[in-house]
């Protein structure tokens, strides 16, 4: 069983930054990020094979969004820049052995979410 927890959600201004954090209690080949706003339907933001070799993000932050990792820690950062209203929602880490997909089915192993809130 793999833990994640998140950390590093807040409330900005639209054009802030917010850094996102998901620490994984071991380390695991695939890891992502989530989100899910209020009355819609959770969208996959980006994902990562450990090692960053395979590295996607979505075309809604693309640009804007960076991932990384620090492997020695276990932990996925998802650095947001230029936040936008619309990017207001939940924020979710996944993990998973062997999926770095975009569907959320597919990754066994998800965190409890962190908030953002981005006011214009």
């Known amino acids: 069983q793999v833990q994640l927890v998140e950390s590093g959600g807040g409330s900005v201004q639209a054009g802030g930054s917010l850094r996102l954090s998901c620490g994984a209690s071991t380390s695991i080949a695939c890891m992502g990020w989530f989100r899910q706003a209020p009355g819609k339907e959770r969208e996959w933001v980006a994902s990562?094979?450990?090692?960053?070799?395979?590295?996607y993000y979505a075309d809604s932050v693309k640009g804007r969004f960076t991932l990384s990792q620090d492997t020695a820690k276990n932990t996925l950062y998802l650095e947001m820049n230029n936040l936008k209203p619309e990017d207001t929602a939940m924020y979710y880490c996944a993990a998973d052995r062997f999926s770095c997909g975009r569907a959320w089915a597919l990754y066994e192993y998800r965190g409890q979410g962190t908030q953002v809130t981005v006011s214009s």
């Open positions: 990562i094979r450990t090692g960053g070799y395979f590295l």
